[in-house]
Nanobody
């Protein structure tokens, strides 16, 4: 059983900063990638950022230059440093991991999701 637990959401003023973290736990064998998606009210879930096992990071155009994704492989934890936050960044942020666990079918990477953490950017 694999779990992803997010921490760090909250209310922040425009221009402010927040840091999210997500820890993966359970019978994990290896993690291919970890990252973040978000879903604003009335909208579909969208990609925010991801970091693969080799350290390469990718970002949505809307957050490039403002958000930084990083990972502590030893702790199976991914972070999202969010700066210069805008009201349009308001959403529930979901942690995502693509990993192989002891229950993976023929060691095929499987996608896991956290329950989400609310980020609200408002004055």
């Amino acid at each position: 059983q694999v779990q992803l637990v997010e921490l760090g959401g909250g209310l922040v003023q425009p221009g402010g900063s927040l840091r999210l973290s997500c820890a993966a736990s359970g019978s994990i064998i290896s993690i291919n990638a970890m990252g973040w998606y978000r879903q604003a009210p009335g909208k579909q879930r969208e990609f925010v950022a991801t970091i693969v096992s080799g350290g390469r990071a990718d970002y949505a155009d809307s957050v490039k230059g403002r958000f930084t994704v990083s990972r502590d492989s030893g702790k199976n934890t991914v972070y999202l440093e969010m700066n210069v936050l805008k009201p349009e960044d308001t959403a529930v942020y979901f942690c995502h991991a693509r990993l192989i666990s002891s229950s993976s079918y023929y060691y095929t990477p499987t996608d896991y999701w956290g329950r989400g953490t609310q980020v609200t950017v408002s004055s």
